[in-house]
């Protein structure tokens, strides 16, 4: 028995002139994609690699000492090294000094190990007088320390192209000479701080949100639509409201002289020359925050509540259960995924604050945002930053790729 | 609620109270906001309720701050908001046609890998704003953009489109493809499809994309920050500054006039939502 193939009217089988039209209509699709992806991937994700490969590109020094690096190699790095290697370094410090770029370099050599500052400067200064042949004495003579070995290790240490130390100092931690990892010194030790109080904030901002999200979210879905669209105003006017002007009426409301802590002052709780100081710190941090993400919390946990029909609840009711065990057993559980999707926007909006924690934070309610602003704008060490925005970013990513599983992208409800 | 007359004391005290913490939880949400408004109108230069305010005396209200904001004479506003107003209207467009685009293919049942695509569209809006800013910044410098409109314009559509994408693949999820077929078995070409039959019908959900992108340029300080020289200030970066010296009556009375601007935002984009839903036939 043979079976007939089906022909489309262009004599085509059939199997192939679908193919045909599915491929024809896959390839529009994503022309229509193309361009936005296209930008997407040019302005935004390439220059998001471009920094992480700053966060670990340690090329600048390797380029400026290139013969004292490839002398280096030779080294057993246990005795002082040979002639060949201070010749190498004269060679490359000359020509530093000749170009004026000598600078650049004693800030990364001083970061690997204090001393190199006023070693290279003096060197370089008196680098004139240097004669030929036998630069291992005249470099001993011009400054003692080219004398000592670990300067050389700490040369050695830089040499490789990349480096990840920019990654050690983001949790306190750094090569010791022999190339172990070892905890900061005990006074040096604020990152792993820093990153505890972002995730405690945000954990809390989260939890908080919560609190306050649920009950009002609960109001709004079983409301009529009359009155529930009017307390929704109360929800979007902060949504749409810049941030900025959220934030500076939690600077007028907090402020030492601001009507909080007059309120406090007429409940007797604290006295009027002693006002508590509820900005600038972590509280003012937690209460703005809390204020600005709750909308956030309220639209998800709403439009699944609004999914939910009462007559579960009056069943379970009717069944026998107090309205606290239908609540538990029947209303609670299908929220969840209110809750999770709620959760997880809110924490990731919150671990990654910039602006309010800036405004409101002061020192001790600043967050890593914070630092990375302080690392790009005024420490200038855009390869720090880099890597603490990149750790920030594999943080966010894992929460996203969980909040991509759990709710998927395309149910982000925006008002 | 009127609670029916059978119910119990306790379960009326628990909803009594419910209804309190509600109450409660909705001031806390916009009581903020409405700080702000008096203080803006304050005669003098401090900010907090003297006690000619608290008595309702007119005398201890001016609306000098506002005189100061529009014709003061060392005020960057004026330029500030021309700044924003430029920046925001073209990133608007921008985000507004690239994202609409994108959500027509995101939403054709023939685009393969859907959520993996939408993940990477959508990631400007979930990133942390320092990371995208430090990124960006990076970018705009190594091609020559920083500290030009340019570079905040296109800054500001990377950072638009994801609402753009989000608002118009909503609508296009309840989108009859028979009305296209129908216009196309018509002999429509399929620009003309678009314009006057798939346009119309997902007009509402372009429109209040492109408010979001609108307000997420308009509201925008931290890339700015780093993209931004002194000719580019705009109304935030100006904000952020005052800010961060002294809060003075003049930022209340900006902040007065953006609560005004995000209301009459938050109208239309309500009407519009309404109007969607209407026109795709939801009706909740």
């Known amino acids: ?207 908080f949100c919560f609190i306050l999200a649920y009950p009002i979210s609960h109001l709004l879905a079983t409301l009529p639509m009359k009155y529930s669209n009017l307390l929704m105003i109360c929800v979007l006017l902060p949504f749409w409201t810049s941030l900025l002007v959220r934030t500076s009426s939690w600077m007028v409301l907090l402020q030492q002289q601001g009507p909080i802590n007059d309120f406090i002052v007429m409940l007797g709780l604290a006295a009027n020359d002693n006002r508590p100081e509820l900005m600038y710190n972590v509280i003012g941090t937690f209460v703005a925050m809390t204020q600005i993400l709750l909308p956030f919390m309220v639209l998800p946990l709403y439009s699944v509540m609004k999914t939910i029909s009462p007559s579960l609840m009056r069943a379970g009711k009717s069944l026998g259960g107090t309205p606290f065990v239908a609540f538990r057993k029947i209303y609670f559980p299908l929220t969840v995924p209110g809750i999770g999707a709620g959760s997880l926007l809110v924490f990731i909006l919150a671990i990654g604050y910039y602006i309010t924690p800036a405004l409101v934070g002061g020192a001790s309610g600043s967050l890593i945002s914070n630092t990375i602003a302080y690392h790009m704008k005024s420490s200038l060490d855009w390869a720090f930053a880099s890597a603490l925005g990149a750790m920030l970013l594999a943080g966010v990513l894992v929460i996203y790729w969980l909040y991509n599983k759990l709710v998927g992208i395309d149910n982000i409800k925006l008002g | 609620m009127a609670l029916p007359t059978y119910t119990s004391w306790n379960y009326r005290i628990w909803h009594y109270t419910y209804l309190t913490i509600c109450g409660l939880v909705f001031f806390f949400l916009i009581a903020p906001l409405f700080v702000i408004l008096p203080l803006s109108f304050n005669a003098e230069q401090y900010i907090h309720f003297s006690a000619g305010m608290i008595a309702l005396d007119p005398d201890a209200f001016s609306l000098r701050w506002y005189e100061d904001m529009i014709w003061g004479t060392k005020n960057p506003w004026g330029l500030a908001a021309k700044n924003s107003i430029i920046i925001a209207f073209f990133a608007t467009i921008g985000a507004t046609i690239l994202g609409t685009v994108a959500a027509l293919g995101l939403s054709s049942r023939h685009m393969p890998h859907k959520a993996a695509f939408m993940a990477v569209l959508i990631s400007p809006m979930i990133v942390p704003l320092i990371i995208s800013g430090t990124a960006i910044f990076f970018f705009m410098a190594k091609v020559g953009l920083a500290a030009t409109f340019t570079g905040i314009i296109l800054a500001h559509i990377i950072l638009g489109t994801p609402f753009v994408v989000i608002t118009v693949t909503a609508t296009l999820t309840g989108f009859d493809h028979s009305v296209t077929r129908a216009a196309t078995s018509l002999g429509s070409n399929p620009v003309n499809t678009f314009m006057k039959i798939t346009l119309p019908l997902i007009l509402p959900g372009v429109i209040s994309g492109a408010l979001f992108a609108f307000v997420t340029s308009f509201d925008e300080v931290v890339v700015v920050m780093f993209l931004a020289g002194l000719e580019n200030t705009t109304i935030p970066i100006q904000m952020w500054v005052g800010l961060r010296e002294q809060l003075s009556p003049t930022i209340m009375a900006v902040a007065t006039c953006l609560i005004i601007m995000s209301t009459l935002i938050l109208v239309t984009a309500e009407l519009l939502r309404r109007r969607s839903e209407r026109l795709r036939g939801i009706n909740r």
Do not use: C
């Open chain 1, 1 to 207: 028995m043979s079976t007939e193939k089906i022909l489309s009217s262009d004599g085509l089988p059939l199997e192939v002139s679908l193919k045909k039209a599915e491929r024809k209509n896959k390839m529009k699709a994503m022309m229509l994609v193309a361009p936005l992806f296209l930008f997407i991937l040019i302005t935004y994700l390439m220059p998001i690699g471009d920094m992480l490969f700053r966060s670990v590109d340690d090329r600048m020094i390797t380029k400026m000492l290139p013969n004292t690096f490839t002398s280096l190699e030779k080294w057993n790095g246990k005795n002082l090294p040979e002639e060949q290697v201070y010749a190498a370094l004269y060679e490359d410090l000359s020509y530093l000094k000749k170009t004026k770029t000598y600078g650049k370099i004693i800030a990364r050599l001083n970061y690997e190990k204090g001393g190199f500052s006023s070693l290279i400067k003096k060197t370089v200064r008196k680098l004139g007088k240097f004669e030929e042949g036998n630069y291992k004495s005249q470099f001993i003579e011009t400054h003692k320390r080219w004398g000592d070995i670990n300067y050389f290790i700490a040369l050695r240490n830089v040499a490789p192209n990349w480096s990840y130390v920019k990654y050690l100092k983001g949790v306190d931690l750094k090569l010791d000479q022999d190339g172990n990892i070892i905890q900061q010194p005990e006074d040096r030790r604020i990152y792993k701080t820093l990153w505890l109080r972002t995730l405690k904030v945000a954990f809390w901002v989260t939890v």
